[in-house]
């Protein structure tokens, strides 16, 4: 197991997961608005497995999906972080993501955990790019990724095999190269 790294900002602290995590990780993936652009909703189970899953990750690599606290109040606001683009997908590389509790939206917590999470890859990882994988009609989640400097590659754009036929399907490419 290593030492998980925690990522502070101002405002939020991005960690380790806790069993606490869990009743609003599970709420937050069961709103049908949160879910809009990556698929269906999950249930309570399918939320801890989530969990769990990104836990173990975290515990392994060191880096991966940390869970994002708002440091004032110690509220789990959602996740953000790395993670190797999945098998099957027509890029490769490692992506930046986030996702958070919509009590949480419209307060640049996103933008400024993101911010901590490109730090860390280009300056403790040492990765040479991170890329950002967003659903076409996703203009929040792309605003999120302009602000952070990440610039839309449209030749890499394609249909995400895990999202259901249809408009819906089509994701954008974001990249940002290590300064």
Do not use: C
Not at 43 to 71: C, I, K, N, P, S
Not at 89 to 115: F, N, Q, S
Not at 116 to 134: D, M, N, R, T
């Amino acid at each position: 197991m290593r030492v998980i790294r925690e990522l502070a900002t101002p405002r939020l602290l991005l960690r380790q997961w806790k069993d606490t995590d869990l009743d609003r990780w599970a709420e937050l993936n069961a709103d049908p608005e949160v879910r809009r652009h990556l698929g269906p909703v999950l249930d309570r189970a399918e939320a801890a497995a989530a969990l769990e899953h990104f836990r173990t990750e975290l515990g392994q690599r060191g880096w991966g999906w940390w869970a994002v606290e708002l440091r004032s109040e110690q509220r789990f606001l959602g996740f953000a972080g790395l993670d190797p683009v999945d098998d099957g997908m027509p890029v490769t590389g490692i992506e930046a993501g986030w996702r958070l509790h919509r009590d949480a939206w419209g307060h640049g917590y996103a933008t400024e955990a993101g911010r901590a999470v490109l730090h860390y890859a280009f300056e403790e990882l040492g990765l040479p790019e991170i890329l950002a994988l967003i659903a076409a009609d996703n203009a929040p989640s792309r605003a999120v990724a302009r602000r952070l400097g990440m610039a839309h590659d449209p030749a890499a754009d394609f249909l995400d095999p895990d999202l259901p036929p249809g408009p819906g399907q089509r994701a954008v490419v974001y990249r940002l190269a290590r300064p």
